[in-house]
């Protein structure tokens, strides 16, 4: 329907509306793809793929989101996306799934809540970026390659801008069709999980960002989406 709605969640895990909170996004067809609250709580950024366009809210303290500034994506497709510290925002973009053409992006959230490219899009060398992790520490984010069956990985340097961390885009196999990806709480270990192959793959993480496979675990139910780790 081309908008936003908030919820309040109380102790017992139960949602209710928050009325007042329904924003548009800038249309009606923008297909936003992700949606979330900057490390501060302060701003709401969702990522629209239609768009090729990037709207930002600020949140009150009663948690109610206000008229949205829409922002254009520097990578077309903008899709998952995860902060670093500093508020730094580090966004896949898909590129509408063309073959070996997806990258990522990071930009600084300003106090104002516009935002600055910082570097990118910076190329996977691969196909449909998704979804996007970054570790504890900011020094190393990754994503699924959709369309690639492979996750991608990127050192964070101080200054937020993205190196590849090997020069092919390929940091860790993964099974077919990768639509979700999750760190453990301690950053240690990476999970993605394949919608094509019903599976999720176990990865280590070094402490040069590298991964090491672990394992993969098959039989999940067929449409199976969404994924956390502890």
Not at 3 to 19: E, K, R, T, V, Y
Not at 86 to 98: E, W
Request: glycine share 12%; proline share 6%; with cysteine.
């Amino acid at each position: 329907t081309g908008n936003i709605a908030g919820f309040s969640l109380n102790h017992q895990g139960d949602l209710s509306f928050l009325p007042g909170s329904v924003q548009p996004l800038s249309t009606d067809a923008a297909g936003g793809a992700q949606v979330s609250f900057s490390p501060s709580g302060r701003f709401l950024i969702v990522t629209e793929k239609a768009t090729n366009a990037i709207s930002i809210y600020p949140v009150d303290f009663s948690g109610l989101a206000g008229a949205p500034t829409t922002y254009p994506s520097v990578g077309d497709t903008p899709f998952g996306f995860d902060f670093g510290k500093r508020d730094r925002l580090i966004v896949s973009d898909a590129f509408g799934g063309a073959p070996n053409a997806s990258a990522m992006t990071s930009y600084q959230i300003e106090p104002d809540g516009s935002i600055d490219l910082i570097t990118g899009p910076v190329a996977t060398n691969q196909t449909a970026a998704c979804w996007v992790v970054v570790t504890n520490d900011s020094r190393y984010t990754y994503t699924t390659n959709t369309g690639s069956a492979n996750v991608t990985g990127y050192r964070i340097t101080p200054s937020g801008a993205l190196q590849l961390l090997d020069a092919s885009g390929v940091s860790g196999q993964t099974g077919a069709g990768p639509i979700d990806l999750s760190l453990s709480r301690n950053s240690q270990y990476l999970y993605a999980l394949s919608a094509g192959s019903d599976s999720i793959t176990a990865f280590a993480v070094n402490s040069d960002g590298s991964l090491t496979h672990l394992d993969e675990w098959m039989g999940l139910p067929d449409g199976a989406a969404g994924l956390a780790a502890e």
